[in-house]
T-cell receptor
């Protein structure tokens, strides 16, 4: 199946700093990628939809100035957590929509996740 | 918006038995229903999906059934193995939106 990678897999940072997380589709092109956040023992919550070449669409309650998303190419989307605080500590997961032949077009493949700890 | 309910939240079965997880959705426009398996500390892995023009789909020990009239769909795992132990999430999505709405997850434990 399609492969999505994330980097880094985990990061520890000090409060007030910014952290960038990369999401790459390795063997397919993705015009649309999604960013989710998952707290321990909870489900995935959609944060934003990242569209290549255009602005991201944020879910209600997600601050677009705090969570900056850039989808600069068909295989890369980045999420930057700006001025991180301890409450931003979470598991961040991206997914990419594979529109290629053989899939439904809506099939989302997830990355392995990035665990962020803000001290 | 779409609301996906998933039951049970935890499920414990003995190796070799079957496991069934059920989900309901609220938005009649939803027509794509994937199931994901998530192991501890990892991202969700797609295990099977189904579209609304199909009532059932099977892939080896895994099957999904869909009742569009009743707005519910179920995951069936037969001959369970300890490595099936994980958290399983159902999701629903309409064509136009593409974003997935997830259920709260089911923690499945398969005991030897």
């Amino acid at each position: 199946g399609a492969v999505v990678s994330q980097h880094p897999s985990w990061v520890i940072c000090k409060s007030g700093t910014s952290v960038k997380i990369e999401c790459r589709s390795l063997d397919f092109q993705a015009t649309t990628m999604f960013w989710y956040r998952q707290f321990p023992k909870q489900s995935l919550m959609l944060m934003a939809t990242s569209n290549e070449g255009s602005k991201a669409t944020y879910e209600q309650g997600v601050e677009k100035d705090k969570f900056l998303i850039n989808h600069a190419s068909l295989t890369l989307s980045t999420l930057t957590v700006t001025s991180a605080h301890p409450e931003d500590s979470s598991f961040y997961i991206c997914s990419a929509r594979d529109q290629g032949a053989g899939g439904f077009g809506e099939t989302q493949y997830f990355g392995p996740g990035t665990r962020l700890l803000v001290l | 918006g779409e609301n996906v309910e998933q039951h049970p939240s935890t499920l414990s079965v003995q190796e070799g038995d079957s496991a069934v997880i059920k989900c309901t959705y609220s938005d009649s426009a939803s027509n794509y229903f994937p199931w994901y398996k998530q192991e501890l500390g990892k991202g969700p892995q797609l295990i099977i999906d189904i579209r609304s023009n199909v009532g059932e789909k099977k892939d080896q020990r895994i099957a999904v059934t869909l009742n569009k009239t009743a707005k519910h769909f179920s995951l069936h795992i037969t001959e369970t193995q300890p490595e099936d132990s994980a958290v399983y999430f159902c999701a629903a999505s309409p064509n136009s939106g593409y974003a997935l709405n997830f259920g709260k997850g089911t923690s499945l434990l398969v005991t030897p």
